[in-house]
Nanobody
């Protein structure tokens, strides 16, 4: 069972920055796609950003130009650099691993709270 552990959330003022980390309990392989998702109160969980093994990235329109997803395979870690934060970014942020290693599997972390004050 693969485990994902998010960290780095917290309370920040609008315009500030945070960096989220997602530590994976095993090595990150070429068949892994990593992503960050967020869920605000009363809303569905939605995509923030994804990154493939080859480094291709995809972002939600609402975060383009402000957030950057990256991965450090040597540290088994995926990051989300969040700049120019807005109150509407307030949500629980979840890390996700979709892998084809050993068969298809879909793993989620427990989430980390990000709160942006105005």
């Amino acid at each position: 069972q693969v485990q994902l552990a998010e960290s780095g959330g917290g309370l920040v003022q609008a315009g500030g920055s945070l960096r989220l980390s997602c530590a994976v309990s095993r090595s990150i392989f070429s068949g892994d796609v990593m992503g960050w998702y967020c869920q605000a109160p009363g809303k569905q969980r939605e995509l923030v950003a994804t990154i493939t093994a080859g480094g291709s990235t995809n972002y939600a329109d609402s975060v383009k130009g402000r957030f950057t997803i990256s991965r450090d395979n040597a540290r088994n870690t995926v990051y989300l650099q969040m700049n120019s934060l807005k109150p509407e970014d307030t949500a629980v942020y979840y890390c996700r691993l979709i892998t084809t290693v050993g068969g298809f599997n879909d793993y989620w972390g427990q989430g980390t709270q990000v709160t942006v004050s105005s």
